[in-house]
Nanobody, 115 residues
Framework: QVKLVESGGGLVQPGGSLRLSCATSGISFSFYAMGWYRQAPGKQRELVATITNHGRPNYADSVKGRFTISRDNAKNTGYLQMNSLKPEDTAVYYC?????????WGQGTQVTVSS
């Protein structure tokens, strides 16, 4: 059974930082690309960042220079370090892993940026 469990969300003030984790099980994580997506109330889910199985990152323009995606294949876990958070970063953040023919999602973790 494949499981993706996100953690690390919460309430943070503008300018603050959070680190999200995505712990996976039931897959050979090192063979999967990983991505973080987010969905704000009333909006469509959008791409935040992705990282290939070889570690090459890609970012949405809105988070470039503030967010860093990484992965630890030995721990079957991916991460999203979020710095200089803004109120517009408020959303449910979802972890995704994908390979040809396979696509899995976590349940999401809430990130709220507010003073």
């Amino acid at each position: 059974q494949v499981k993706l469990v996100e953690s690390g969300g919460g309430l943070v003030q503008p300018g603050g930082s959070l680190r999200l984790s995505c712990a996976t099980s039931g897959i050979s994580f090192s063979f999967y690309a990983m991505g973080w997506y987010r969905q704000a109330p009333g909006k469509q889910r959008e791409l935040v960042a992705t990282i290939t199985n070889h570690g090459r990152p890609n970012y949405a323009d809105s988070v470039k220079g503030r967010f860093t995606i990484s992965r630890d294949n030995a721990k079957n876990t991916g991460y999203l370090q979020m710095n200089s958070l803004k109120p517009e970063d408020t959303a449910v953040y979802y972890c995704n892993v994908a390979s040809p023919g396979s696509d899995y999602w976590g349940q999401g973790t809430q990130v709220t940026v507010s003073s």
